[in-house]
C-alpha cells in the first residue's frame, strides 16, 4: 500500500472512467466497483503529515469517496459496490475487533452522505 506524504488527499482516477469503456460492450446494467474509504485510510503513516491531520485526511477521503460513487451513478452504474477486503484482514490481524470496528465506522460515515434509495444501489463486497 502506498504511503501518503503530503495532502490533500485526491484521486488521479474516478472508477467512473472505467464505465465509459465498459458501456461500449455491456447489454445488461452495469455494476462499477470501488475501494473503500478503510482500505485507503491505510494510506496515511502512522506519524503526524506536517500540516496535514490525519482529520483534514479523513475528510478528504471521504469527499473523494463520495465524488466517486455519485459520478459512477451519473455515468449511468446500475449499483456501486465497495470492496471491503481488509475486513478480513482486520479480523486477523487485531482479535479485539477494535480495528474491524474502525473500518466499519469509517465506512458507515461515507454511506451516511447518502440517501436511503442510493444506498440501496450501493453494496459492500467481501472476499471470501
Do not use: N, P
Given at each position: 500500500m502506498p504511503r501518503?506524504?503530503?495532502g490533500p488527499f485526491r484521486f488521479k482516477l474516478y472508477a467512473d472512467q472505467y464505465l465509459d469503456s465498459?458501456?461500449?460492450y455491456a447489454h445488461l446494467p452495469l455494476k462499477q466497483a470501488v475501494i473503500s474509504p478503510s482500505a485507503l485510510s491505510l494510506m496515511y503513516p502512522a506519524e503526524d503529515i506536517p500540516?496535514?491531520?490525519r482529520q483534514q485526511f479523513i475528510d478528504d477521503l471521504l469527499n473523494e469517496h463520495?465524488?466517486?460513487i455519485r459520478r459512477?451513478?451519473?455515468k449511468g452504474a446500475y449499483k456501486v459496490q465497495i470492496d471491503f477486503t481488509e475486513g478480513r484482514f482486520a479480523v486477523k490481524?487485531?482479535?479485539t475487533g477494535e480495528l474491524l470496528n474502525s473500518f466499519i465506522g469509517l465506512n458507515n460515515l461515507a454511506l451516511a452522505r447518502f440517501s436511503a434509495e442510493?444506498?440501496?444501489r450501493i453494496g459492500i463486497h467481501t472476499a471470501r
Open positions: 501518503l506524504t503530503a465498459a458501456k461500449q500540516d496535514y491531520t463520495e465524488t466517486e459512477c451513478f451519473e490481524l487485531d482479535r442510493d444506498r440501496k
